[in-house]
Each structure stands twice: as C-alpha cells, then as structure tokens.
C-alpha cells in the first residue's frame, strides 16, 4: 500500500473500512476542528488498524492537505459499488458500507487477521466515529444514493421563490464565495458553539482557542506569501475577516490583531529577513503579537508619537522608551497574549529624529512571562469585545538588535547611518501608512455583517410577531404589514446591500492598488470605514427597537452586537477625523485637476455644474414628477454627482476667500470642519450609488 494517497489506491481492508467516513467528512471539501479531532483520536486508536496505516490516516486528516479530485472520486466510486451490493437492505449506513468494503478488500488479501469484518467490537468502533462525525449532508447522501436525489429534487420544486436565490448569493459572494463558505462550514462545527460569555477571561480563552483553530485550518496565512504558507490573496482575508463578523466580533478583532495588523506589519513593513524569521510563526500563531501603534496622549495623531527608539551605535542595538505614562501604548489588542509587538515609535539616529518607523519588541517570553523593561495593564472589562485581551504598554529602555526595525522604508547601515529610499520624511510617513491601509478596508465588513445579522433577526421576527387585530377579524397584523415597520427596516436592508457593493468595490480597488492611485484608495477606506460603520450602529439600534422587549434579551443577540460593533466607529481612525481627511483627499484631487488642466478644466467643470443642475431642478422647474423620472438611475446620479460637486466648489471658494482674507490654513481647516463633514458624506454617497447601480 501507497502512504501517497494520491498515486494507488491498493489500501487494506482496515482502511477501506474508513473510507466511507473520510468521504464524509471532506464532502464539503472542509476538515472541521471537530471532524480532525474524531477522526484522529478515533481513528489512530482503531484495535484493527495496522501500523502501516496510521500515517494515512494523518494525512487524509489534515485540514490544509485535502484529498486530490482524482482520490476523492475513488472514493465515490469504491462507496457507490458497496451500496450497490447493499441495496437489498432496508437501511444502509456508513458503517455497513465500510464493512463491505473492507470484507470485499480482505477478499482478495491472503493471510488477514481479521476473521469477519462485521464483527460487533469491530462495527462499534466505527458506529462511534459516525456518531461523533455527525449526521450526513443530505447532498453527501445523494450522491452515494441517487435515488434520493430524485425525492428531494421533486420537494425543492414545489418550493416557489420570488427570485433567483443562488444568482443573488453568487453576486454578494463575488469572487470568494469558496472561502466564504469554508468558514461557515468551519464556524458550523460544534467548536465554535455561539456563546454568551461574561467573564472576559473565560472569553479571552474561548477566543484564543478559536483563532489557533482558524490558524491551523491555514486562515490566518491565507494574505502571505505561499513560501509562508499563505495564497498571497488579501481578498481572501478580507472575506475570510468579513464572514468571521456573523459569528463573533471579538474572534474577527482578535483575528485582525494577530494575522491582518501584527503579521501585516511584518509583511508589509519588514523586508525577506523579517518574513523569513517570523512570517510562518505569526501564520500559525506560534508567535502572537501586537500592533502598538495608538498612544494614550495622541490618539488619532500619529506622527506625534512620543515613544523612541534610539540607536545606540556602540552596540548596534536599538533602546525603545516611553518617556512618560501619556506615551503608554493605548487599547493594544493581543496585550495579554502578545510575546512579540510591532511599536510605533520615533527612530532617533545619530541625534536626528527620522519620524516614525516600526521596530519589533519582544514582550514574554515561551512561557507567558513579561520581559525586563516590559509594562502591561489590563484594560479591563469593556463596553463590548470582551473577548479581546486589550490592554495598556509601556517600555522602559527596552534594547533590541538593529536587525528588529522593519527596513522597507528607512534602514540603518552597517556604519550606523540612517538610509532611506524616500528622502522626503512627509512622503515617506504616508507611504508607510498607506501599507497599512488594509484594516480600514476589513473593519467596515465586519461590521456590516453585524448589521446584516441585526436585520435578518429583525425581519424574521416582524414576519412572525403579530400586534393588533385587523377589522372584524380576531387574526392580528404581522408587524411588517404596518407601513410604518416596513419604514423603519426596509430602506436600512436596501442599504446594507448598496453598502455591500460600495465595500465590494473598495476591496478589489485595494487589492488591484497601484503606487499611482494609493492616496485615492486610501481617502475611500476612510470614507466607506466612517460610513459603514456609523451605518452599523444606527441600524442595530432601530431593530433593537423594532424587536420591542425581545429584542433586549440577550439570547437575541443585539446587546453583543451593539456593544461589539459600538467601538468600531472610533478604532481604525475616529470616524468624524477620518471623513476630514477624506474632504481634505477630495480637495487635493480638484485642486491638482485645476492646477495640471487649467481653463480647459474650469470649462468644463462648469459644464458638468449646469447640466447636472437641470438634472436635479427638472423636478421643480417643469413638473416633471412622475415615477419613472424619479426613479431613473440617471436622474439619481445626476442629482448625487451634482450634491458632491456643489459642495466641492463651495468649500474649495470658501477655503480660498479665508486664506486670502489673511486666515492660517489650519484655521481654515477649522472653521471649514462641518463643511468638509458634508463634502465627506457626498462623496461617499456618490461611491455607493454607483456601485449599487452598477
């Protein structure tokens, strides 16, 4: 017998026995965590399998190696034959199918120690596989049993559907729909039983233990390179982030900590000696992190970090301090799991502060035990995402080798001489910040499946609450009949999918990005991060209230989704600072066009200005009020593009007449702030309409 389960099939009787169960629990091309303990605990004990056999078993139980198209259809054939030769009996199950196999397979195996393969030791051993595995997918059944497939065939039919349910899914699955169905599946297994945790350090332990299930499933990777073990496809973990916010937001938060901000950095701020030492451990979170980047006294201000990291060129060492309880590393997620941080600090070299860079600090050691110099609090219990171990930093002259900060943008030379390949300090600030820009594009999606989840219980729950008799007649109204809740739900499900698109839109523009178009991807990550998420937590609220007093119970789960998404509008950037920068983005862009394009550019802006204008007066000026008009995309957009470009010009002029009139330009900024907010909002409106259209 082969131990490559690929190449020949000549298995023993013991393994032929197996089968029928591998089969079945690879049918969904997934290998749960409780499929992968089952069939390991269970079936490396089996008192009839022979030594031999033991590494096969490894194999086919290892969730990243999935049995190849070429075995997987053996199997099906080999399952198909003994059912074939079974289908006499009035019940056959996974079991008796085994057992035929392997009475057929020991058939034609000289010297077998095994007498009969339907001894009753030997079938309760397997009956205990099968019931640990759990029941069959119905789909798994028809193919074994094509018959069936014909009866259940004959019930879907009478099913009616007001639409094409699968072109739909297909279209909000895009291009990750086997991902995104991948860890369903795997946040199906009884592993991750949904549970309503209030001791955060009972929590913090049940999600740990979650993200090392995601690891070893190879989730946590999947954005690396594939020399780390990954699929180099930050779409994939996006969608992998997003599909993780139905279940449980401290698990997707803990997720993005470990594998999206700590391993991101690594990635994307390191250079080969960083993913070559540590790439692979953070992937399979062998190495935990953290990503301190936030300080106590600047909050949003990252340029203003106050923590240091001298070179010392005597030692060729790099001395990391906090010099104050302000410069404390704030609200750092991992802070109580962490054995290595990637902080953020202002790279002194030979006397001349250089900006920030990123310099990787180790914080405990194998053991779970701080380091000298190391200072961690608890944050304690928090409004929401209590699974989330956040917790407060400070270093106190902490040393680590040159070799620690991660070089992308500025290195230290062997001569102890700053380089870098951007000289401008601004520029090379940004860029390195752009790097970063992925957790604004995954957080808004997580929340979003948050809002998604609040609707769909809302919903449900008006299509089978009644409230009040209608007329003569004793049967009460369903709630979603009354106009007034379908007010209330449904304009927010119609925009959970125009916001599923617009975010759809930003993660292909983000993983297609290019040097020249980065500032432009970042400004609308800013903008579809705020607005999502301010989104997420008006919509919870109103199906909380929609849901009355139910709606308050736990059990419900609209107090953990509104406390676990509340922080979501805050973390990755303050929203109402975020939509600044955003105008500010908008502004630089109409500024450069003016600038490179100059009258011909005015011309026809002022073009585009008066068309658009008749396009949204048309309404007003001749009457023209009838559905169709109203409803038009075209008139919409026009109405839309015109909002942002009015907008535009205004605040552009406004800006112009103060800083001409004598006012500093951060004055400006200042008293232009609710202006900028509106601009903001337009632009990110424009985009979603768009996209919803599209």
Not at 23 to 38: C, G, H, N
Not at 317 to 326: D, G, R, T, W
Request: with cysteine; net charge neutral; hydrophobic share 40%.
């Amino acid at each position: 017998m082969s131990t490559n389960p690929n190449i020949q099939f000549n298995y023993s009787p013991g393994i032929q026995s197996l089968i029928p169960l591998f089969y079945a629990a690879w049918a969904d091309r997934v290998l749960t965590p409780s499929e992968i303990q089952t069939l390991t605990e269970k079936g490396l004990k089996l008192s009839f399998i022979k030594e031999e056999d033991l590494l096969l078993i490894k194999l086919w139980s290892n969730p990243l190696k999935p049995p190849s198209k070429h075995l997987f259809k053996y199997w099906e054939i080999s399952i198909k034959n003994a059912a074939e030769r079974l289908e006499e009996q009035a019940y056959v199950s996974l079991v008796d199918l085994g057992l035929e196999m392997a009475q057929s397979a020991a058939k034609k195996v000289k010297n077998d120690i095994v007498v009969s393969w339907d001894h009753p030791h030997i079938r309760k051993e397997l009956e205990s596989i099968e019931e640990a595995l759990g029941s069959v997918s119905v789909k798994t059944y028809e193919t074994i049993f094509p018959a069936e497939a014909d009866k259940n065939q004959e019930q879907e039919e009478k099913i009616k559907q007001s639409f094409d349910i699968k072109a739909m899914t297909a279209l909000l699955d895009d291009d990750y729909a086997a991902i995104r169905q991948k860890v369903k599946t795997i946040l199906s297994d009884p592993n991750f039983e949904y549970k309503t945790l209030r001791n955060k350090d009972e929590y913090r332990s049940q999600v740990l233990l979650w993200s090392k299930l995601l690891a070893k499933q190879g989730l946590g990777a999947i954005s690396y390179p594939e020399a780390y073990g990954g699929d180099n496809d930050m779409g994939k973990y996006a969608a992998v982030f997003e599909t993780l916010g139905y279940h449980d937001l401290s698990l997707a938060i803990k997720f993005g900590v470990q594998f999206g901000l700590f391993g991101g950095s690594v990635l994307w701020l390191g250079t080969k000696r960083h993913h070559d030492k540590y790439l692979d451990a953070i992937g399979t979170l062998a190495l935990p992190g953290c990503f301190a980047m936030t300080e106590t006294g600047h909050g949003s201000n990252v340029r203003g970090l106050e923590t240091t990291a001298t070179y010392d060129p005597t030692t060729q060492e790099i001395e990391i301090n906090s010099p104050n309880f302000e410069s404390g590393k704030e609200y750092i997620g991992n802070a109580l799991h962490g054995q290595m941080a990637s902080v953020f600090a202002q790279l002194i070299v030979g006397g001349e502060n250089h900006g920030v860079h990123a310099i990787l600090v180790p914080m405990r050691d194998k053991n779970g035990r701080l380091l000298s110099g190391v200072r961690v609090e608890d944050c304690g219990y928090k409004l929401g995402l209590n699974g989330v171990d956040n917790g407060r930093i400070w270093f106190d002259h902490v040393r680590v080798p040159k070799e620690n900060l991660l070089n992308r943008f500025g290195d230290i030379d062997e001569h102890g001489n700053y380089t870098s390949s951007i000289e401008n300090p601004s520029r090379r600030f940004f860029t390195m910040l752009g790097t970063l820009v992925g957790g604004r594009v995954c957080v808004p999606r997580a929340g979003l499946s948050a809002a998604k989840s609040g609707l769909a219980i809302a919903i449900k729950y008006a299509l089978k609450r009644r409230q009040f008799p209608s007329g003569n007649s004793d049967q009460e109204t369903l709630l979603l009949n009354y106009p007034s809740h379908q007010r209330r739900l449904m304009p927010l499900l119609a925009k959970a999918y125009a916001l599923d698109f617009g975010l759809t839109y930003l993660t292909k523009r983000y993983v297609d990005r290019t040097d020249k178009d980065i500032r432009e991807i970042e400004s609308l990550a800013a903008g579809l991060k705020s607005y999502a998420t301010w989104f997420t937590t008006d919509a919870l609220q109103e199906c909380r209230e929609a849901c009355g007093g139910k709606g308050y119970l736990a059990e419900n789960r609209f107090a953990d989704l509104k406390a676990d998404t509340d922080i979501f509008t805050t973390f990755e950037g303050d929203n109402t600072v975020l939509m600044q920068l955003v105008a500010k983005g908008v502004l630089s862009e109409f500024r450069k066009e003016f600038h490179e394009e100059g009258t011909v550019a005015v011309l026809r802006y002022l073009g585009t200005r008066v068309s658009t204008a008749f396009s949204e007066l048309n309404p007003f000026i001749i009457r023209n009020t009838d559905r169709a008009h109203l409803m038009s995309a075209e008139f919409q957009l026009g109405a839309f593009r015109f909002r942002e470009r009015r907008l535009l010009f205004s605040l552009a002029n406004r800006m112009r007449g103060m800083i001409k009139g004598g006012t500093t330009s951060y004055d400006a900024f200042l008293k232009g702030q609710t202006h900028m907010l509106a601009l903001a909002e337009a632009y990110v409106e424009r985009i979603v309409l768009e996209q919803f259209v599209r």
